[in-house]
């Protein structure tokens, strides 16, 4: 078994977000809302799925026995829960590929999820944990998760045209990476 896919995560604490392993106590009324609203995963597959308490603990539970992390992003002021992080580790490949939902509405635009992104994935391209290359992915309409990678220091690596509808537009998607020489800044 390699560094990475023995890696375990406990707490991680940004600057204004406290990162944990998601539980199932995250599974909530809130947390379920956001996975059916419609502005939240306007640019993620999850809106062509309705979500409830029985899929939300599936998902969670397909966690189990992997390399895997589900994340919690958590309000340290008041430890609320804000959203989620994934991270799907390929061990044999030493890269992992990295997701976010910032849920509640309330705190957009408040440097919530730059601080959630940098945190996880700083913690991920630690040497210590053996991962040489971070990705992911978005819609080119979403224009706040382009900027939180670009400004987490990804580069753009691929563009797939007009390889999703959303909207009933044909949208490109566009891949980003960093490489684990280079560390991520606030």
Request: glycine residues 6%.
């Amino acid at each position: 078994m390699n560094q990475a896919s023995s890696a375990v995560l406990t707490v991680l604490e940004g600057e204004k977000v406290r990162l944990r392993p998601f539980s199932p106590d995250d599974i909530g009324p809130s947390y379920i809302a956001w996975l059916n609203d419609p502005l939240v995963t306007r640019f993620s597959n999850q809106r062509f799925r309705r979500h409830d308490q029985a899929s939300s603990e599936q998902y969670l539970r397909s966690f189990i026995g992997t390399p895997n992390h589900f994340v919690a992003i958590v309000d340290k002021q008041d430890d609320r829960l804000l959203g989620s992080l994934t991270a799907y580790i390929a061990p044999a490949h030493k890269t992992v590929d990295v997701g976010m939902m910032v849920g509640e509405r309330s705190v957009w635009g408040q440097g919530i999820g730059q601080d959630a992104w940098n945190t996880l994935c700083n913690w991920l391209l630690n040497p210590q944990l053996g991962l040489r290359k971070l990705t992911a992915g978005t819609a080119r309409p979403n224009i706040g998760m382009i900027r939180i990678m670009e400004r987490s220091g990804m580069e753009l690596e691929a563009v797939r045209r007009e390889q999703e509808i959303i909207e009933e537009e044909a949208v490109d998607l566009l891949y980003y990476a960093r490489f684990a020489a280079r560390r991520m800044t606030p």
